[in-house]
């Protein structure tokens, strides 16, 4: 069973410029695959395949001078953009088909830098990692402090870094733990 625990961060005015610059490359690059699928499809072109789509939006698009700039963050976030992307579109078809249960799923959308809520991924690839001195430390932004309210059950699988609206900054992260049934609670 997976579990998420939330914890509040307090990064440094260097540790939030480099978040901020974290949130707007996750957020180009998502936004530029979904511009790539819109026009493949206006075009009456096949899907594009979410290797193909990696290659173009991240890959060769650090090579270019107009975004030499997403090389400053860490693959993983941008990778991790693109996932999402792919998601929001695998549950659309899913919705669309007939697959998913629920309410029909819209199809997604372009994310903007004035959204409420901003957020980064950082998966087991990314060599995240909690130091001993109770920090979290993030590829290429640092290690950030952490109000610690309790400990982990175990090691994280992934870590969320989440901007609200209040400019708040959080990490949620992601535990696998066994299947074990809680006890049963005793009635007095």
């Known amino acids: 069973m997976r579990l998420r625990?939330?914890?509040?961060?307090?990064?440094t005015p260097g540790q939030r410029h480099a978040l901020a610059r974290a949130f707007g490359c996750a957020r180009v690059v998502f936004n530029d695959g979904l511009r790539a699928r819109h026009d493949a499809h206006d075009a009456g072109?096949?899907?594009i395949s979410d290797g193909e789509l990696s290659k173009r939006v991240i890959t060769q698009a650090k090579h270019t001078p107009e975004r030499?700039?997403?090389?400053?963050v860490s693959a993983v976030v941008l990778q991790q953009a693109l996932a999402d992307l792919n998601t929001a579109y695998r549950n659309f078809f899913a919705s669309v088909t007939g697959k998913r249960k629920g309410a029909k799923v819209a199809p997604p959308r372009f994310r903007s830098k004035r959204d409420n809520r901003q957020a980064i991924r950082f998966t087991r690839n990314a060599r995240f990692a909690i130091?001993?001195?109770g920090k979290?430390?993030?590829p290429k932004i640092g290690d950030v402090a952490v109000r610690w309210s309790r400990d982990l059950p175990a090691e994280p699988s992934s870590v969320t870094v989440v901007k609200d609206a209040a400019g708040r900054y959080f990490a949620s992260f992601v535990v696998q733990t066994s299947d074990v049934p809680l006890p049963e609670s005793v009635a007095d």
């Not at 625990?5 to 990064?11: A, E, G, S, V």
Request: hydrophobic content about 35%.
């Open 5 to 11: 625990y939330n914890f509040r961060l307090y990064p």
């Open 45 to 47: 072109l096949p899907y």
């Open 68 to 72: 030499s700039w997403l090389g400053e």
């Open 131 to 133: 130091t001993p001195g």
């Open 136 to 138: 979290l430390r993030l």
